[in-house]
């Protein structure tokens, strides 16, 4: 295997919450999500950017950000994307920078072109121009975490005169930094040329492979100097967990037919990635290793076959969706922190080697065991004159 000493392990909230109920307890919900991944020592969540589409509510990751740090004590929380077209750079760097310095350090900054063609019509952005201006705001923002002195810049959407941040990061040099990649070698290009973090889906679309999307990245840092790591590329799937995998396909199944066919099929127009019924989507995502509904067998299983097919990679993010109830996906988690992290965070490496050291010894251990009772015993009626009430050693 090709893991790191400890994977990483958290969520990638976009997040999805289906229309008909009330969105102020969506977002509790997801806030209270965070909080019990905080408890359950995940190590990161990355909070998504929305703005149109009726599903993913959370307009600000900043904001959300920000409320979330108060409530929790360790997760590390990044932007999940920051659609870098709809800002200027100075104005991200700027808000990062002062979540880092509130957080002491817990804040990572997660970019992207912007996944709502929806969201850049509203804009009056043409989407075509998305890609190119998040390259060019995103070596924007590096020269302005790296490079305290003032600068111009004149682009034909944002322009900088004598620019500069007055606060610098607090973290050093700078907070991590990572792009999202998936439907276009866009992403891994932007990480090669730039020697970023990513975030990536678990089963990129097309033909390419795992290890395909790595490689572009590799090459693409090679030609600009740099260098990309694998322990900052974190794969991004689907995940529920119970204590068996019928008990698990049963409580997602009604509802994640539903997440498929009415937001990816009805309002992101995406096809459908086979034929099947509404109730046959998850099975048929399972059979595909695009999600993994199951146990934690089942889990550890698929980290495993990921890390075969991509060569290596740093972290685990399981999509937050709204597919089964509040109790079931809480368990869902605990189920990964409990069963699953432990298996690739090295916590069982030395506790495995302990018993084993007990099992080898523990003929020796009982017979030794044996003899000090009985010596205790023996000195017990001498001393008293009568028998040991205890009876005789086992």
Request: aromatic share 8%; hydrophobic share 40%.
């Amino acid at each position: 295997m090709t893991f790191p000493s400890r994977l990483k392990f958290g969520v990638f909230m976009a997040p999805f919450h289906q229309l008909g109920e009330d969105p102020t307890l969506a977002l509790e919900r997801d806030l209270e999500l965070i909080q019990w991944l905080d408890y359950l020592d995940f190590d990161e969540a990355w909070i998504g950017e929305h703005h149109s589409a009726g599903w993913e509510i959370i307009a600000s990751p900043e904001i959300f950000i920000g409320i979330a740090a108060d409530r929790t004590r360790h997760i590390k929380l990044g932007t999940g994307v920051t659609s870098l077209p709809y800002h200027h750079p100075l104005m991200v760097a700027n808000r990062m920078v002062l979540l880092d310095h509130m957080t002491r350090g817990r804040v990572m900054l997660g970019v992207g072109p912007g996944a709502l063609v929806t969201d850049a019509l509203m804009l009056g952005i043409e989407p075509n121009t998305q890609r190119p201006r998040m390259d060019e705001s995103m070596g924007v923002i590096l020269r302005l975490l790296t490079d305290p002195t003032p600068f111009t810049y004149k682009s034909d959407w944002f322009e900088l005169n004598e620019a500069r941040l007055h606060l610098r990061p607090y973290t050093q040099p700078h907070f991590p930094l990572a792009v999202a990649a998936a439907g276009s070698p866009s992403g891994m290009l932007l990480a090669g040329k730039y020697g970023l973090g990513v975030l990536s889906i678990s089963g990129p679309r097309g033909d390419a492979t795992l290890a395909d999307f790595w490689n572009i990245a590799e090459n693409t840092a090679r030609e600009h100097n740099r260098t990309v790591n694998r322990e900052e590329w974190r794969l991004v799937m689907q995940v529920h967990l119970a204590e068996t995998r019928e008990q698990a396909m049963a409580e997602v199944r009604q509802r994640a037919g539903v997440y498929w066919r009415d937001y990816f099929e009805g309002v992101m127009g995406f096809p459908r990635p086979f034929e099947s019924s509404q109730d046959e989507i998850v099975e048929g995502m399972t059979q595909r290793n695009s999600w993994c509904i199951g146990t934690p067998d089942d889990l550890i299983e698929m980290i495993e076959r990921l890390d075969q097919q991509s060569g290596g990679f740093g972290g685990l993010l399981v999509t937050s969706v709204d597919w089964a109830t509040r109790e079931q996906i809480r368990h869902s988690y605990e189920l990964i922190a409990r069963y699953v992290k432990p298996r690739f965070q090295g916590s069982l490496v030395s506790l495995k080697a302990s018993e084993d050291d007990a099992r080898r010894l523990a003929a020796k251990v009982n017979e030794a065991r044996v003899e000090a009772t009985t010596r205790a015993r023996d000195a017990y009626e001498q001393s008293s004159g009568q028998s040991s009430p205890l009876g005789p050693s086992r």
